[in-house]
T-cell receptor, first 113, second 118 residues
């Protein structure tokens, strides 16, 4: 389930199931989007990116979907593993921003064994 | 892959002292580096863009005299928290943009520096 409020929204999934993490971005002019994974006490780790001229991109076990109409981004993780447990952030790069990234609020993914 | 190193990874200081955090690109040149701040259970907040050989560009609401940024070489940017106070305690993260080579335009993040001000 999900929880909101003072804590990060949390998505709890069973090991082996697929996970879908959602993100709403703010700037309709943003043309580059990235998903990052952050483990406790560490810096963000690149997962997958997508440009605004695409609506879907696949990597190894991960897929990013972009819906520019509603400014929505999602990350799908197939066959979720315990090592996927972390906080996931989407980030957008406003057009002509010289790669400046604006991060979303994040979602904590908990994988139940 | 490209590596960005931050030092120190953890620092504890007394209120009123200044603390310097280094961000180094180890195997690539970075004309642009970014400094972020992250509070517990919160997202990364962009503080400033560090440009090699010129002044940093600060985001709205970030005090430039409080958070001094120097980008003196293509591989090093420093963030100095001046006259630190307990409310400055946070996780500071840098990222560096690879200006050339196979990873042109990609951003690489450091592992972060946790500052605790007593």
């Amino acid at each position: 389930g999900e929880s909101v409020g003072l804590h990060l929204p949390t998505l709890s999934v069973q090991e082996g199931d697929n996970s879908i993490i959602n993100c709403a971005y703010s700037n309709s002019a943003s043309d580059y989007f990235i998903w990052y994974k952050q483990e406790s006490g560490k810096g963000p780790q690149f997962i997958i990116d997508i440009r605004s001229n695409m609506d879907k991109r696949q990597g190894q076990r991960v897929t990013v979907l972009l819906n520019k109409t509603v400014k929505h981004l999602s990350l799908q993780i197939a066959a979720t593993q315990p090592g996927d447990s972390a906080v996931y952030f989407c980030a957008e790069s406003p057009e002509d921003s010289s790669y400046k990234l604006i991060f979303g609020s994040g979602t904590r993914l908990l994988v139940r064994p | 892959g490209a590596v960005v190193s931050q030092h120190p990874s953890r620092v504890i200081c007394k209120s009123g002292t200044s603390v310097k955090i280094e961000c180094r690109s180890l195997d690539f040149q970075a004309t642009t580096m970014f400094w972020y701040r992250q509070f517990p259970k919160k997202s990364l907040m962009l503080m400033a863009t560090s440009n090699e050989g010129s002044k940093a560009t600060y985001e709205q609401g970030v005090e430039k005299d409080k958070f001094l940024i120097n980008h003196a070489s293509l591989t090093l940017s420093t963030l100095t928290v001046t006259s630190a106070h307990p409310e400055d305690s946070s996780f500071y993260i840098c990222s560096a943009r690879d200006a050339g080579g196979a990873n042109t335009g990609e951003l690489f993040f450091g592992e972060g520096s946790r500052l605790t001000v007593l």
